[in-house]
C-alpha cells in the first residue's frame, strides 16, 4: 500500500508515506488506491482511499491536505485544512501538527521535504515544468520562512518517471539547452529520429542541489515501468485509455 524512505523514516517527529496504488477500493483503470481528487473516478471511492491514507498518517480524513495541481512553482503555507476550494499551487510547507501534506502524481515527481529539528515538512508535485520553472526552490525558501534551515533540509523524491520511459521531441530539448547548455546531459539518444530521452530524475536533483538543501534521495521508482504498484499518465495515454489514477505522496508532523 505504500513505500517509506528510510531517510525520512529515521527523521524524529516525521510520518511520510509514498502510496502505492495499492490497497483501495476503486476499480477498473483506477484500481485501487486512487487518490485523485481531479479524476474522474467514482467520487465515494477516492474518498475512501484518502481516509485509509490518512488513517495510516494518523490525521484526520479531512486533514490529508492536496492542492490543485497546474505545473507552477507556487507554494501554499498550511496550517490546516482550506476554507474554501483548494488553491492552485504545486507545493506546500507547514509547521502545524496534525495536518499531512499531500501531493498527487502520475508520472511527474514527488517530492517530500523536512527539516525535523525546525519542525518544518514540506510537500511538491514537480514534473518537468515545475522543475524548470523553480518549484524546487521555491518549497525550500518558503521552508525556510517558517524556521527551516536549508543545509538541514532532506528531500526525498518518490515514484517518477524514469529516462528510460520519457521520450521528448526536439523542442523540448532546445528548451533546456537555450535556458542553460549545460542541461542537454539529462538527454540522452531515442530510437527516433531528433527525440531523446529525458532524465527528469536527475533534473530534480540537479535543482536540489541548486537549492543547498542538506540531502537529496531520489528512491530510484520508475512509475511508467512498475504497472503493478503505479498510475502512470504516459503509459495510460499510450494505451488510450479514457483516464488514470494518482499516487500520493504525504508527509505529516507527529
Request: proline share 6%; net charge negative; charged share 20%.
Given at each position: ?8 523514516a ?5 510520518r511520510?508515506a509514498f ?7 476503486s476499480?477498473?483503470?483506477?484500481a ?5 481528487m481531479?479524476?474522474?473516478d467514482?467520487?465515494t ?8 491514507m490518512?488513517a495510516?498518517?494518523?490525521?484526520a480524513?479531512d486533514h490529508?491536505?492536496s492542492?490543485?495541481q497546474v505545473?507552477?512553482?507556487d507554494?501554499e ?7 474554501g476550494e ?13 495536518v499531512a501534506?499531500?501531493?498527487s502524481s502520475?508520472?511527474?515527481g514527488p517530492?517530500l521535504?523536512a527539516?525535523?529539528e525546525?519542525?518544518v515538512i514540506?510537500?511538491a ?6 522543475a524548470?520553472?523553480g ?9 525556510e520562512k517558517l524556521?527551516?534551515?536549508r543545509e ?8 517518477t518517471?524514469?529516462a ?7 523542442e ?5 539547452k537555450a535556458?542553460?547548455?549545460t542541461?542537454a546531459r539529462f ?5 527516433r529520429?531528433a527525440?531523446?530521452m529525458?532524465?527528469?530524475?536527475a533534473f530534480?536533483?540537479?535543482r ?15 512509475t511508467y515501468?512498475?504497472?503493478?504498484r503505479?498510475?502512470?499518465y504516459?503509459?495510460?495515454?499510450h494505451r ?5 489514477g494518482?499516487?500520493?505522496s504525504?508527509i505529516?508532523l507527529g
Open positions: 500500500m505504500f513505500i517509506t524512505s528510510p531517510d525520512l529515521n527523521e524524529t517527529g516525521i511520510h502510496f502505492t496504488r495499492e490497497g483501495g477500493v476499480t477498473g483503470i483506477f485501487s488506491l486512487n487518490g485523485g481531479g479524476s474522474s467514482e467520487p471511492a477516492i474518498v475512501e482511499n484518502r481516509a485509509r490518512a495510516h498518517l494518523k490525521v480524513p490529508l491536505i492542492l490543485y505545473h507552477s512553482a507554494v503555507v498550511v496550517t490546516g485544512p482550506w476554507p483548494r488553491p492552485k499551487a504545486d507545493a506546500m510547507v507547514s509547521t502545524a501538527h496534525g501534506l499531500g501531493v502520475a508520472d511527474c517530492i521535504f527539516d525535523s525546525a519542525g514540506g510537500a508535485h514537480s514534473g518537468w515544468k515545475g524548470f520553472t518549484v524546487v526552490a521555491a518549497t525550500v525558501t518558503a521552508m524556521g527551516a534551515r538541514r533540509i532532506l528531500a526525498v523524491l518518490g515514484p518517471i524514469s528510460k520511459a520519457y521520450e521528448v521531441g526536439p523540448f530539448v532546445e528548451r533546456f535556458a542553460n547548455p542541461y538527454f540522452a539518444a531515442s530510437e529520429p527525440h531523446a529525458f532524465d527528469l530524475p530534480i536533483g540537479l536540489a542541489q541548486e537549492a543547498g538543501i542538506g540531502r537529496f534521495v531520489d528512491l530510484g521508482l520508475c515501468g512498475d504497472e503493478q503505479f498510475f502512470s504516459r503509459r495510460t495515454t488510450s485509455e479514457a483516464d488514470y494518482r499516487l500520493i504525504a505529516t
